[in-house]
């Protein structure tokens, strides 16, 4: 029977006076059954030590779900994995949190558990509804989707965290976009007095060499080398850097000193651009380097 309908408010333990509960693996506490799948970020094992910071702070932002559970307990390896597989295909929508009850006897007790598995939703500092028994994952499903709780597309997921516009990454992005589009004179304005002592001022340097080709007189007509870099530049402006950076190997082939090295230059802010950590680019890398050394 949910909480919520057994009368939440004289639960014992409701206003959370245990005090200290930590989320921490304890060597030797969890059995393999349930080590062997724990997604690391979204669930933890808990102990009483730290509750005020790692349930009811972490509560305020997302849910966290105690599963109340003991290695002798049949139903517990039943129903472990399938809470787990649900954190897991969840991305972050609420927290697992794992509660040996033997371990863990006085956290059991103002939670008043009386049989386990038990479960506790935690939101918002305080316990607001809870199963008991191994549920199958369809009820599972359920119970989160009554409390507001629904999956974290992946792409949602994935998407960083919100960069400061006014920060130097921030900067870079612009400069990035600016140069995409082939603004070169917009890129360089977000370059300007971009901080030494930044992580990412080496890419900003490459980026600022690169905008070099972005602004020279190339005619598809010149010599080999020249025209190459030409065409490269108009793949690049219509939204294809790898047959841009196709053209810039052909121009390397053709003369690798043409203007100093512009091809060089040329290809660096094209690895900006696509992502200078994309494995595809590595082959691209190795055949520049031959042609160059």
């Known amino acids: 029977m949910p909480l919520g309908e057994a009368g939440l408010d004289g639960w014992p333990g409701a206003q959370f006076r245990v005090g200290r509960v930590t989320i921490a693996v304890i060597d030797g ?43 002798w307990c049949g139903p517990c390896r039943t129903l472990g994995p399938v809470l787990e597989k649900l954190a897991e295909q969840y991305h972050g929508a609420f927290h697992l949190g794992k509660v040996d009850a033997d371990r863990e006897a006085e956290l059991a007790q103002a939670f008043g558990v009386q049989g386990i598995p038990f479960c506790v939703l935690v939101a918002g500092g305080r316990p607001v509804d809870g199963f008991q028994g191994a549920l199958p994952a369809a009820e599972v499903k359920n119970f989160l989707r009554r409390n507001g709780i629904e999956p974290v597309t992946e792409q949602e997921a994935d998407e960083p965290p919100a960069v400061d516009p006014q920060s130097p990454a921030g900067r870079l992005q612009r400069a990035l976009r600016a140069a995409g589009r082939g603004d070169a004179v917009a890129a360089r304005a977000e370059l300007e007095g971009f901080p030494e002592e930044d992580a990412s001022f080496d890419q900003a340097q490459r980026l600022r060499s690169g905008l070099e080709w972005l602004d020279a007189t190339l005619s598809p007509k010149g010599t080999p080398a020249e025209a190459r870099l030409a065409t490269a530049r108009a793949q690049l402006l219509q939204g294809n850097p790898h047959g841009a950076m196709d053209h810039i190997l052909e121009s390397v082939a053709a003369d690798k000193g043409f203007r100093e090295g512009l091809a060089r230059k040329a290809m660096l802010l094209c690895f900006l651009l696509v992502g200078e950590e994309r494995e595809e680019l590595d082959g691209i890398r190795r055949r520049l380097a031959t042609l160059l050394y």
């Open 29 to 71: 506490a969890m059995p393999d059954f349930y080590r062997a799948c724990m997604p690391a970020s979204f669930v933890s094992n808990i102990s009483a030590a730290a509750f005020q910071k790692d349930v009811v702070e972490r509560s305020m932002k997302t849910p966290v779900l105690l599963d109340f559970w003991a290695a």
